[in-house]
């Protein structure tokens, strides 16, 4: 919570500070992570229901201007191990833009726009990077997504050799 007042106020301020946050600290919380499942340590770690809370307000007010991925593969040895001795991190590539769009979109936080600023153009004018853009001559960097269309998140269709993700949490979602 006050990761985010504090921003919100260097921003008033007309500071060039940006904010992101990523899928997985939108949706859940400290409490999930009592289970001692490696596959839930992630750094920075799960905060609470306020803190998640905040971040979601901040995300549709424009305080955060970006979610990213923080995606972090890890091997399925690695996160077999105790939680005090598995590595830090989740996948997210492939399941950021599910997750934001069941759990931001489709409960009325963000506007699908609001969305592709956050994952997309946002990111890349904070970056100053091409992209962003439909214009001849841009990077034909586009997803096409049916947002009416629901799977379960499955880490074994995952293409990335990582498949630590907290996955039991992530059913029904719409991409």
């Not at 997750?99 to 009325?108: E, R």
């Amino acid at each position: 919570e006050e990761t985010v007042a504090g921003l919100r106020e260097y921003r008033k301020q007309g500071l060039p500070v940006s904010g992101e946050a990523c899928p997985h600290h939108l949706i859940l919380t400290d409490e999930n992570i009592k289970n001692l499942n490696p596959n839930y340590k992630m750094n920075p770690p799960l905060r609470s229901a306020a803190d998640v809370e905040a971040l979601v307000d901040g995300l549709a007010d424009g305080t955060m201007e970006a979610i990213s991925t923080d995606h972090a593969p890890h091997g399925e040895e690695e996160k077999k191990q105790s939680i005090a001795k598995a590595p830090f991190g989740i996948v997210g590539s492939e399941t950021a833009y599910a997750l934001s769009v069941t759990h931001l979109v489709k409960t009325g936080k963000l506007t699908p726009l609001q969305l592709v600023e956050k994952m997309s153009t946002n990111p890349c004018r904070i970056l100053s990077v091409p992209g962003g853009t439909l214009s001849v001559g841009a990077p034909a960097d586009i997803t096409i997504a049916d947002m009416d269309s629901e799977y379960v998140i499955d880490k074994n269709t995952f293409l990335s050799k990582g498949k630590n993700t907290p996955s039991v949490s992530y059913t029904h979602l719409r991409a």
